[in-house]
Nanobody, 124 residues
Framework: QVQLVESGGGLVQAGGSLRLSCAASGRTFTNYDMGWFRQAPGKEREFVSGIMWSDGRTYYTDSVKGRFTISRDNPKNTVYLQISSLKPEDTSVYYC?????????????????WGKGTLVTVSS
């Protein structure tokens, strides 16, 4: 079973950047698609970005396109989310998630393994 641990969150001013990391342990994430979700207080968890195992294709929700970049380092069993040009509305707990490859959508329900999250707070 894959276990995921996020890091890299923190307090940043609007316009700033952070790099979130998600380290997998327990087994390699071979054949796992990886995703980032976020949940703001009082809101549902939402998809942010995903990267496919098979071909490295990346996906982003519209609100972060051009500002966030997902990448993965398979030998290190780590996936990253570079978040830039941050806005106060990006304030959330960011969760890393994984699923066996083969899905075509990025719903929270399709993910089978979750990390505990890392908090990103963007001040105005």
């Amino acid at each position: 079973q894959v276990q995921l641990v996020e890091s890299g969150g923190g307090l940043v001013q609007a316009g700033g950047s952070l790099r979130l990391s998600c380290a997998a342990s327990g087994r390699t994430f071979t054949n796992y698609d990886m995703g980032w979700f976020r949940q703001a207080p009082g809101k549902e968890r939402e998809f942010v970005s995903g990267i496919m195992w098979s071909d490295g294709r990346t996906y982003y929700t519209d609100s972060v396109k051009g500002r966030f970049t997902i990448s993965r380092d398979n030998p290190k069993n780590t996936v990253y989310l570079q978040i830039s040009s941050l806005k106060p509305e990006d304030t959330s707990v960011y969760y890393c998630a994984a699923r066996p490859t083969g899905w075509s959508t990025w719903s929270a329900g399709s993910m089978t393994v979750w990390g505990k999250g890392t908090l990103v707070t963007v001040s105005s």
